[in-house]
């Protein structure tokens, strides 16, 4: 890295020659040596967005039935979604849970930062550990789809959670498995549509590998968001009941 | 000499390399900033920083005026960020030292993640100056958990919501003014983006002291 300022520009300046590199034929930037992928040229083609991009790519993951997003992102796979989503996502979880909080506690408001790390390790391992092993997986099948443009697929099913973060602010548990399983089953019909062009090449055994991972990955996800809200929730009604001396485990309905 | 000249700083004390300087060879140098009293090194560092506060309190739109906070230093951000981290530790009611390595995680690795953020996505920045700014930019929202901490029983809930508001405004607003100079036309939003997130991130907090 640069410690002085006045070698900083001339480092920079070489360093953006190298920069914005085209894509070869199978979407993957080859780096000479193997430890390309720790530097940050190795990275940038994947960075080759404007916000015009993301907001289309955003709007084409609520739009299951017109599958058009793997069209959109084959040439142009990108991590800036993949990584500032799920870190959006973080933040309202984080947010959500404590201003759940301030509703049900008036006097005691503290707040809770368990979630961070939690949703943090979460978050990511799915966002980027499924793709990994779907572009393993889908490799070994046969399937010509990149490792980048697995991620960023995915990634952006993950955009699917945003609006409902922020409605599972209300307590009502029926409208909660409502907005869950509304999610579930947009990113998985998201993903699938737009893995079937890819998919369709292939025999209908080795289809249904794929498809299972795929919704297996999302039913657990979903059911570890709907577990956090949940838990948290009953345990904050086990706080106040304990001081209250009541024996309800459920929450209140509101 | 050393007061007036860019480098002069107590964190180049002991270094064997300099950049290159105008008025005096290396000797000089080495002697002036080791030979002098422990007093003159602190206060010449409590400056630098104030000064470097003051451009987060009154941003500045202009390039030209912000050219002093490229001599990065770490010793501001690490101050406010752990001011940040033991002002909001001590107001929660459960395990504050979670809450501490939180907030410090948050603040000194979100920097790190935006500052390669803006690289990546082609902006003409340098790590360390990105990480300076962004942490001294921090101020506003300590200034606001604090002010919280001590006057708390009488802000009810949508005062501090105003308050931590401005707060997080002046953050983004004051780094944007440094930032934003940096980074590639096309992408400023995306670049930005982060930012913004990075800052209500860790206002959020401060609502519910």
């Known amino acids: ?254 | 000499m050393t007061d007036n000249h860019p480098f002069g700083s107590g964190m180049f004390q002991g270094q064997a390399k300099f950049v290159d300087y105008a008025h005096m060879n290396q000797q000089e140098v080495q002697v002036n900033t080791l030979d002098e009293p422990v007093l003159d090194t602190l206060l010449r560092d409590i400056n630098m920083i104030l000064y470097k506060l003051s451009y987060v309190i009154i941003p500045r739109m202009k390039e030209t005026q912000g050219r002093k906070l490229r001599n990065w230093d770490l010793w501001g951000p690490l101050l406010l960020s752990l001011l940040l981290a033991m002002t909001l530790g001590i107001n929660s009611n459960q395990s504050s030292d979670t809450i501490f390595g939180t907030i410090f995680i948050i603040m000194w690795g979100g920097s790190a993640v935006i500052t390669v953020n803006a690289k990546l996505l082609g902006g003409q920045v340098s790590f360390f100056q990105s990480v300076c700014v962004l942490g001294y930019c921090v101020f506003p929202i300590n200034v606001a958990a604090v002010v919280i901490t001590f006057l708390q029983s009488y802000f009810g809930f949508f005062l501090r919501l105003i308050i931590v508001g401005v707060a997080f405004l002046w953050s983004t607003f004051s780094s944007l003014s440094f930032m934003s100079s940096m980074m590639n036309e096309e992408k400023k939003v995306i670049s930005v983006y982060p930012i913004f997130l990075f800052y209500m991130f860790l206002s959020w907090f401060c609502i519910f002291i």
Not at chain 1, 23 to 36: A, M, V
Not at chain 1, 147 to 157: E, H, M, R, V
Request: hydrophobic share 45%.
């Open chain 1, 1 to 254: 890295m640069e410690i002085g300022v006045q070698k900083q520009t001339d480092e920079e300046k070489q360093v953006q020659k190298g920069q914005f590199n085209k894509l070869n034929d199978s979407g993957d930037k080859r780096q000479t040596g193997y430890c390309g992928f720790l530097t940050v040229e190795y990275y940038t083609p994947y960075f080759n967005v404007t916000e015009n991009d993301v907001i289309q790519r955003v709007k084409a993951t609520f739009l299951p039935f017109r599958p058009d997003f793997l069209n959109i992102t084959k040439d142009n796979p990108d991590l800036w979604g993949p990584i500032w989503i799920n870190a959006t996502l973080i933040f309202m979880i984080t947010a959500i849970a404590n201003l759940r909080q301030v509703d049900s506690e008036k006097e005691n408001q503290s707040f809770d930062v368990g979630y961070v790390p939690q949703a943090t390790a979460l978050l990511y391992i799915i966002a980027f550990g499924t793709p990994a092993i779907l572009a393993v997986v889908m490799k070994v099948l046969g399937v010509d789809l990149s490792f980048f443009q697995t991620i960023c697929l995915y990634g952006y099913s993950m955009s699917t959670l945003l609006p409902i973060t922020i409605l599972c602010y209300f307590q009502n548990e029926l409208f909660l498995w409502l907005i869950i399983t509304y999610g579930v089953g947009n990113s998985i019909l998201f993903l699938i549509f737009n893995l079937k062009e890819e998919l369709d090449k292939l025999q209908i055994q080795k289809k249904y590998i794929i498809i299972a991972i795929v919704v297996t990955m999302q039913l657990s996800l979903y059911l570890f968001y709907k577990l956090v809200f949940f838990s948290y929730v009953s345990e904050g009604n086990v706080e106040t009941t304990t001081t209250s001396a009541s024996s309800e485990p459920k929450e209140p309905a509101n």
